[in-house]
């Protein structure tokens, strides 16, 4: 069932270890603190996972997959996911102040965000689980990956969510059939709710939060940004943090394909949150998570105000040399636009954030002018069309004729 390069997991509050199926969290350290992180056994990984070795590999996150927590032999799906395009975008730099700048563009992904990475991982453990139903609570990305991959599979897909969904998530997780429960509530009743129904019904849980595998996932962002940028090293990647699962997983992806020996550079994370809600920035400096929850912003997929992984976050950072940064909802609805003008990429809030971060980052002199920077796109600016509409500006109405193009060419009103 678990993989041969799988050593044990390792509590990242107390430090203790346990073996894969033990448990799924720290019983010492409890629920909301004991999360567990996977440690490999690197030298094993190593022998089979080289550069010619990956040169032959399919174009997916699959690729890794000595270090994905997938047993030998069980089931790999769905397929489509990962290898997302790493697009440089000169004249964004330029708007940005930094000398070169790369993103790695998981709005293109299967079901349009980053969060199909860990999904895949999901579908596929719940497979070879034997588990016949799959759910999930989520403020929209987790699930409508989840229901994505759930569908290419064919295995039923649940789906608990709070009635913030912005409309283009919720059409996405019923065109691809999952039964979706749209909670009175708030999200973290979604999520206990969620937790309650998988050990009643027996469900598969695919909430990142309290299952260990599923971030190790999300390192295939950072693996594949490591390969796409093999022999043309970044200074900085910057990502925006929610819960702290993405930025930590990009962390040790990076940072494995060093100690497989892929790639020889190291490069600092930059973590970006949302000045509403930013535990995690704020733990970073203090230490310690705030509980107290509140505050908001528009960016809803990073609106995470108790997170549960904030110390894998907080660490992931910390090990890069890295740091984080905080930007307000006025800078992340001129990310929206920047990103889409100077780019061609259209990203939803939370991830252009990762771009009002980086500019942030450029103005209070963290990074510098010669940087060569890289951004994850974590999500597409169509699943969220109304959140869009109120950072890109209207269209010119004209009646059908010449004359009033001419007029409006005239004024020469473009931004
Ligand atoms: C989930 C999400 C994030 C943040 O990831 P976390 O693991 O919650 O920190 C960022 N951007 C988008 C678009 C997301 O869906």
New binding site residues.
């Given amino acids: 069932m678990y993989r041969s390069t799988i050593s044990h997991l390792q509590c990242v509050q107390c430090g203790k270890s346990y073996a894969p199926g033990e448990t799924n969290w720290c019983p010492d350290c409890g629920l909301d603190e004991g999360i567990l992180d996977v440690i490999f056994d690197i030298d094993r990984v190593r022998k089979t996972l080289t550069r010619p070795v990956l040169a032959q590999r399919p174009r997916n996150h699959w690729r890794y997959e000595e270090l994905l927590p997938i047993g030998e032999g069980l089931p790999l799906v769905p397929r489509d996911i990962g290898w997302t395009p790493m697009i440089e975008a000169p004249r964004l730099a330029k708007a940005l102040g930094v000398r070169r700048l790369h993103l790695k563009d998981d709005s293109r992904g299967a079901s349009a965000?980053?969060?199909d990475r860990a999904s895949a991982v999901g579908v596929s453990l719940a497979l070879a689980s034997g588990a016949d139903q799959i759910a999930c609570a989520s403020t929209?990305?987790?699930a409508s990956s989840l229901a994505h991959c759930a569908a290419a599979a064919g295995i039923p897909c649940n789906i608990f969510v709070s009635a913030r969904i912005p409309d283009g998530k919720l059409a996405q997780l019923l065109a691809y059939g999952a039964r979706v429960f749209r909670v009175q509530g708030t999200y973290d009743e979604a999520w206990r709710l969620c937790m309650d129904a998988c050990e009643e019904f027996g469900w598969y849980n695919r909430n990142?939060a309290v299952n260990p595998w599923l971030v190790e996932g999300?390192k295939t962002g950072g693996m594949e940004i490591a390969e796409q940028l093999m022999d043309d090293p970044p200074d900085w990647v910057s990502a925006?943090?929610?819960?702290?699962?993405?930025?930590a997983g990009i962390e040790k992806g990076i940072r494995q394909m060093r100690e497989i020996g892929i790639i020889t550079w190291e490069c600092r994370m930059l973590g970006v949150q949302a000045e509403g809600v930013a535990p995690i920035a704020a733990a970073f400096d203090s230490g310690s998570l705030d509980r107290s929850g509140g505050g908001d912003t528009y960016a809803d997929?990073?609106n995470?105000p108790v997170p549960r992984?904030w110390r894998k976050?907080v660490n992931a950072v910390r090990t890069s040399g890295g740091v984080y940064t905080t930007v307000n909802d006025g800078e992340i609805l001129e990310a929206v636009r920047r990103t889409g003008h100077h780019s061609g990429v259209f990203a939803?809030p939370?991830?252009a954030a990762a771009i009002a971060g980086i500019a942030r980052a450029r103005a209070d002199g963290v990074i510098g002018p010669k940087d060569h920077v890289v951004a994850v796109i974590?999500?597409n600016g169509l699943k969220d069309v109304a959140g869009a509409m109120r950072a890109v500006g209207g269209p010119v109405d004209v009646p059908p004729n010449l004359d009033a193009v001419q007029k409006e060419v005239r004024k020469d009103n473009r931004p």
Avoid at 242 to 247: A, E, M, T, Y
């Fill in positions: 965000s980053f969060k929209g990305n987790a990142a999300k925006s943090v929610g819960d702290g699962c993405s930025i997929s990073i995470c992984n976050a939803e939370a991830a974590s999500g």
